[in-house]
């Protein structure tokens, strides 16, 4: 499908108000899904949506922004823009996994981060700091997906994996479009010539090295057939996380860290920066 | 204030050793409108300035220290693939020499010319951040106006010590795209280092004629 579309279609496709949301996949994937809320300090994060569930015979930990699709369950979800609580959250669910050993699956679909007065005082920058600097502690296998939007560091913040991957029709940006085009144009109306330039289709970022599989949507998109995107989902999931099970959690951490390090190498960075792989002692 | 008057302030007469300023950035996404990213590094590098993060060696006070230092005049001090790269091979290195990390930040925040790549340089030094913690080797932030986006996001409150210049602005997301967003009256001072003291982000807010003589002595009681 994605080859049919124009970029700015396809952002369009991955914001489509009957696009599958987290709710949507967890449902099909862990029937016996139990929600938990909070992050032990001060609140719990209605556009974060986590807990605990039965997958593929093992307990696992799934978590993910939650867009809402009336405007009641809109404003409730925030759109899927996360306080500060809902990085707090989302790092206290991964310490328990690491506990007892769980796997970790983030299903990412948001625009960013909330940037309103009260995320500000609560100290946003430093929950979505201190959740990617954590992610790299938590010492079990730890899946991400890109389902609809994948925003800014708000997005990031769920998505420090040892795989990451994106649905076909799912868009992941260092900005929204709007954002980008406000910064470099000062006029967030070019938000389609910003979205052309930015690279931000599945496709680009499978070429960067950025994700590390693109999983097919449906003829017609996620939108048209909840249960064959969400095989399509589970299918690949499951083939990512079989490798990371035999990982030593040390190795896995390591590689994790890795990932990350020399994530632009591919991108003909390398003659520039010299040698890229075991500098940090393999 | 450049990154070169922040070395002169900070580091002791002839200790500043530079290092990996020969690492430079590239168009990787072919990037031409509203200006060619190719023709904007070139005019920042023809007024003679090294990307948005320099990154070397120096004395303070006599005491060994890592040094890396934003500078806003290079794209706004964005955060970028040199960037990124030389933050972590700075912070890799004190994290195992235990050498302190002293780190100076002016920025607009993540570089969109570089995309979804400079979104990934905050995961690149979080990780390195990190690991300088896990060797429990000092780290100070200190905290220039303005410092946003992708870089608050990432290491620059991420420090032991958190210090603020007076005044500087410090948050995620900045005050006029809060005011689109939310149509909310933002109270005087939002966002300031005050405000971001009052709100538990930051240590200490110290004006820059005392900082070299804090810095000096913080060194001295985390050696």
Known sequence: ???????????????????????????????????LHGDRLSADDPALVAGVGTWHGRTALFMGNQKGRTLTERLRRNWGMMHP??????????????????????????????PGAGAEERGIAAAI?????????????????????????????????????????????VASPEAAASIVWRDNARKVEAAE?????SRDLLAMGVVEEVIPE????????????????????????????????????????????????????????????????? | MGAD??????????????????????????WKRPKAYEDVIDAAREDGLNEAVRTGTATIGDRPAW???????????????????????GLEAAAASGVPYLLVTASGGARMQEGVLALMQLAKVNGAVGRLHASRTPFFSILTDPTFGGVSASLALMADLNIAEPGAAIGFTGARVIKQAT???????????EFQLAHGQVDMVVPRTELRRRLIHLLELYR
């Open chain 1, 85 to 114: 609580e809902g990085y707090r959250k989302a790092l206290r669910l991964a310490h328990q996994a690491a506990k007892f050993g769980f796997p970790i699956v983030c299903l990412v679909d948001t625009p960013g981060a909330y």
């Open chain 1, 218 to 282: 449906p003829p017609g998109g996620a939108h048209t057939d909840y249960d064959a995107a969400a095989r399509a989902l589970d299918a690949a999931l499951v083939r990512s996380l079989q490798p990371l099970l035999e990982e030593d959690p040390r190795a896995l951490l390591e590689r994790r860290y890795e990932r990350y390090r020399y994530i632009d190498s591919l991108i003909g960075a390398a003659e520039h920066f010299g040698p890229k792989v075991g500098a940090t002692g393999e």
């Open chain 2, 67 to 89: 040094l890396a230092v934003f500078d806003f005049r290079f794209v706004g001090g964005t955060l970028s693939i040199v960037a990124g790269e030389r933050l972590a091979r």
């Open chain 2, 5 to 30: 008057a922040w070395i002169a302030l900070l580091a002791d007469p002839g200790s500043w050793q530079e290092r990996w300023s020969d690492i430079r950035p590239h168009d990787l996404l072919d």
């Open chain 1, 197 to 201: 330039q930015l690279q931000i289709t």
């Open chain 1, 1 to 35: 499908m994605t080859d049919t579309l124009s970029v700015w279609q396809l952002v369009e496709t991955a914001r489509h108000q009957d696009r599958p949301y987290f709710g949507d996949y967890v449902s099909r994937l862990v029937p016996d899904f139990v929600e």
């Open chain 1, 129 to 173: 700091a201190g959740a990617i600097m954590e992610w790299f502690t938590i010492p079990v296998p730890v899946l991400a997906c890109i389902i609809g939007e994948g925003g800014s560091g708000g997005a990031l913040g769920l998505a420090v994996a040892d795989r990451v991957l994106m649905m076909e029709n799912s868009i992941y940006s």
């Open chain 2, 183 to 193: 149509y909310a009256d933002l109270p005087k001072g939002f966002q300031s280092a």
